[in-house]
């Protein structure tokens, strides 16, 4: 898992709430991305970091929020939570230099 | 927008056949073509991966291929075993620019024993 854990991995909520996701890594990845899965859509990115403080939107960034201010720490929020929102939300972080991403467990989130 | 298109959706197979699972992307930038395979309730993990400057690559039962021109890519598994059931899935990225990878939506491989 090279170091990539992920919490809550599970979590309820009712819609309007915000909402809290905590990626960590100990590997010094440079890079860290969140992603979602949905059935039918594979993995869709919301939003990734190419460094401290350094962060910029993916495909379906709107409703979510991110922030990284520290290399081992990217936090994906959710300001007010809809039902659509609710899907496993992956993360996942690539080292300088390399290719390979290396992804979480993932967090069920459900929005109800 | 960019996009990686998957086929097909689901795919079943008997013991020791082969598996072909195809994508086509529309970014021509992309330079960076990863497979993934994942299992129920984790995180899905690298199985191989292709460079555009590589027509083929192959690691032992897996292999992949592609068409930058046709844009255009596939992966092969022969001699398949029960364990290589799972989900499979391909994607293509940009070596720069903070490797913002795409995906495509995913195929589910049975392999029947």
């Known amino acids: 898992d090279a170091g990539i854990t992920q919490s809550p991995r599970h979590k309820v909520t009712e819609t309007g709430t915000p909402v809290t996701l905590r990626c960590h890594q100990t590997?010094?990845?440079?890079?860290m991305y969140w992603y979602r899965q949905d059935p039918g859509h594979g993995l869709r990115l919301i939003h990734y970091s190419y460094g401290v403080k350094d962060t910029d939107k993916g495909e379906v960034s709107d409703g979510y929020s991110v922030s990284r201010s520290k290399t081992e720490d990217f936090l994906l929020t959710l300001e007010s939570a809809t039902s659509s929102q609710t899907s496993v939300y992956f993360c996942?972080?690539?080292?300088?230099?390399?290719?390979?991403?290396?992804f979480g467990p993932g967090t069920r989130l459900t929005v109800t | 927008g960019e996009n990686v298109e998957q086929h097909p959706s689901t795919l079943s197979v008997q013991e020791g056949d082969s598996a072909v699972i195809k994508c086509t992307y529309s970014d021509s930038a992309s330079n960076y073509f990863p497979w993934y395979k994942q299992e129920l309730g984790k995180g899905p993990q690298l199985i191989i991966d292709i460079r555009s400057n590589v027509g083929e690559k192959k690691d032992q039962r897996i292999a992949v291929t592609l068409n930058k021109t046709a844009k255009h890519f596939s992966l092969h598994i022969t001699e398949t075993q029960p364990e290589d059931s799972a989900v499979y899935f391909c994607?293509?990225?940009?070596?720069?620019?903070?490797?913002?990878?795409?995906f495509g939506a995913g195929t589910r491989l049975f392999v029947k024993a």
């Open positions: 590997e010094n990845h440079r890079y």
């Open positions: 996942a972080a690539l080292l300088a230099g390399e290719s390979e991403q290396y």
């Open positions: 994607a293509a990225s940009r070596a720069r620019g903070g490797f913002k990878t795409i």
